[in-house]
């Protein structure tokens, strides 16, 4: 099996911290693949090449779908794969892993794998875990008693994907990149900044969580608290994204994510950034990002 070791960072959730406080870490040692997260919150994996089931391409407009079954952490994990028309050369196209939003489904963020496929870039997109709903609190409580947190399972299934994508003769393994919506952009930075031969993340009508600025404000806190929130918070992976750029894409007038809260996280990157900035009212891609989606996505893809 393919094996690659990882590295992640993420962070803690604001205004949550003080009711948290009293719980006693425990070290993981019942994984079959170990998992480990740093002082600093960094989450450390060995990613392995998962066994996949893939059915037979059917014709869907400007492509080719088939869907996915691999197996990740302990889940069967269901996916899309497009695949567009064009180049016939094996190992030429560019595959973006596209992670959608909370309570989005996989068919749902077709919309947006078919423009990509129009730019050229094959797609895997998948159900993620609850359909990409999370449990802080849960997390907290699994982390804690040593057991894995299913939003660091959620980080897993995206590299997972990456793996699978790569796999494929059509794609060109070298340039994958990570995109997500929502919530699904926080686990592509975070997945685009373990996974070192990534090409770099569009994270579309998303942010951090502020970890580090609920820590100073909340004083004195249980550092295993910390920890914890920290490796769920996509703004610890900022500083270990470059050289790879991020991307992000924001509505000024964002129904669910505010607009400053994208411009704090943007704020707290290191270059090469780029924030683009839309007019739409709507949380999650619209037609008016399609210019900045093209143009990033082709620098990235670059041979």
């Known amino acids: 099996m393919l094996e690659r070791k990882t590295g992640i960072g993420l962070m803690l959730l604001v205004g949550v911290i003080a009711l948290l406080l009293g719980w006693h870490f425990f070290s993981n040692s019942s994984s079959a693949v170990q998992w480990t997260v740093s002082d600093e919150g960094i989450l450390d994996y060995v990613v392995s090449m ?33 695949i567009p028309y064009g180049d016939e050369k094996k190992g030429s196209i560019p595959g973006i ?41 849960g997390d907290l409580q699994m982390f804690l008693k040593g057991e894995e947190p299913t939003e660091h399972k959620m980080v897993y299934d995206a590299l997972a994907a990456g793996d699978v994508l790569r796999s494929q003769i059509e794609i060109d393994p070298t340039r994958i990149i990570y995109a997500g919506e929502s919530n699904g952009g926080r686990f592509a930075i975070m997945a685009c900044a373990l996974d ?36 769920i918070d996509p703004e610890t992976y900022l500083s270990i994204i470059p050289p790879r750029p991020l991307v992000m894409i924001h509505s000024r ?51």
């Open 253 to 303: 007038n964002d129904t669910i994510i505010p607009y400053q809260l994208a411009e704090q996280t943007y704020a707290r990157a290191m270059l090469p950034k780029r924030l683009h900035t839309v007019g739409c009212s709507v949380h999650g891609y619209c037609a008016q990002m399609d210019e900045a989606i093209k143009e990033e996505l082709t620098s990235m893809a670059v041979k």
């Open 50 to 82: 998962p066994q996949y089931n893939l059915s037979p391409p059917q014709e869907d407009g400007n492509s080719t779908l088939s869907t996915v079954q691999f197996q990740s952490r302990g889940e069967n994990m269901a996916a899309l794969l497009r």
């Open 196 to 231: 070192k031969n990534a090409r770099g993340v569009l994270a579309i009508s998303t942010c951090g969580y502020g970890t580090d600025a609920a820590i100073a404000s909340a004083g004195a806190v249980d550092k295993n608290q910390v920890r914890f929130y920290r490796s």
């Open 97 to 137: 892993v596209l992670l959608p939003g909370a309570t989005v489904s996989k068919e749902r963020e077709q919309k947006l794998a078919r423009h990509l496929a129009d730019l050229g870039f094959a797609s895997i997109t998948l159900d993620q875990r609850n359909l990409g709903g999370i449990d802080p609190k």
